[in-house]
């Protein structure tokens, strides 16, 4: 088997300008139309805030391909960004809303504390990036390859991973609420303390995910009580469904294949 290497030109760590500030600059555009990282400011101390949100854009309006951009804490409302490659790019913050992001590709970037409104992104292929600690209200992630990527702490709500490849990433300590995840390939899809309510596996190989940290798989049929993100209140399913049966009523919502 043939592979191919490939290198990203990620973003510069470098900081505000501002003294007491710990973020990290945004980037600039010069002249010419090119990124550069040169010494700026953050969104909240640019002395131009309004300007640096229209050149950002810009950018990404204009160019199909976007390599090393930091545009942390930009957003995106009712627009149309299908089709775009994101390069090790720094997305932090965003807030996406009412967006097509269909057919998008994008590798080692991060959109980590970002939330994600009514957009979709249909068919893309996202690797190797992070959305940690960011929030998804109807969002579509649908037919789409999201391989090795970080969800860790997300919460999701009334979204769709339908028919998508998750191979390998991960859901840790995330909220997933009336999401789906029909005929996904859960493969090592990591799922630790995770709060699953009202969800649907419908043909996904739920027996090959991680849920259980001590035993290193699948507890039962993925049928978990996920009561407490603390993973206290997870209980056995087989023993649990038997006394819900019994009973009449469940102590906790059970999340459903």
């Known amino acids: 088997m043939f592979s191919i290497a490939y290198s990203i030109d990620m973003y510069l760590f470098n900081k505000c300008k501002c003294p007491e500030c710990n973020m990290q600059a945004l980037s600039t555009i010069t002249a010419q139309g090119e990124i550069s990282n040169q010494g700026s400011w953050c969104l909240k101390h640019s002395p131009h805030p309004d300007?640096?949100?229209a050149q950002l854009w810009n950018?990404?309006?204009?160019?199909?391909?976007?390599?090393?951009?930091n545009a942390c804490g930009l957003t995106i409302k009712n627009a149309d960004i299908s089709g775009k490659r994101f390069y090790g790019?720094?997305?932090q913050h965003m807030i996406i809303s009412n967006t097509h992001c269909s057919n998008m590709r994008a590798r080692m970037c991060m959109l980590d504390f970002?939330?994600?409104?009514?957009?979709?992104f249909i068919n893309s292929n996202i690797q190797y990036t992070s959305l940690s600690g960011s929030r998804l209200v109807?969002?579509?992630f649908t037919g789409s390859d999201?391989?090795?990527?970080?969800?860790?702490?997300?919460?999701?709500?009334?979204?769709?991973?339908?028919?998508?490849?998750?191979?390998?990433?991960?859901?840790?300590?995330?909220?997933?609420?009336?999401?789906?995840?029909?005929?996904?390939?859960l493969k090592k899809t990591?799922?630790?303390?995770?709060v699953r309510e009202g969800m649907a596996f419908k043909l996904s190989n739920t027996?090959?995910?991680?849920?259980?940290?001590?035993k290193g798989g699948l507890t039962g049929e993925f049928n978990l009580f996920a009561t407490d993100i603390s993973g206290s209140g997870t209980a056995d399913s087989g023993s649990s469904s038997n006394s819900s049966a019994a009973s009449g009523s469940s102590a906790a919502t059970e999340a459903s294949i």
């Open 51 to 53: 300007y640096v949100r």
């Open 59 to 69: 950018y990404i309006k204009t160019h199909d391909k976007i390599v090393g951009l």
């Open 207 to 214: 027996r090959e995910s991680l849920t259980d940290r001590s």
């Open 190 to 194: 990591v799922f630790y303390e995770s």
């Open 114 to 120: 970002s939330t994600i409104s009514d957009s979709d």
């Open 138 to 140: 109807h969002a579509l």
């Open 89 to 91: 790019c720094n997305l």
């Open 146 to 185: 999201l391989i090795h990527n970080n969800f860790n702490g997300i919460t999701s709500y009334q979204s769709s991973f339908d028919d998508s490849d998750l191979y390998n990433s991960r859901f840790i300590r995330a909220v997933l609420l009336s999401t789906s995840m029909n005929n996904c390939n």
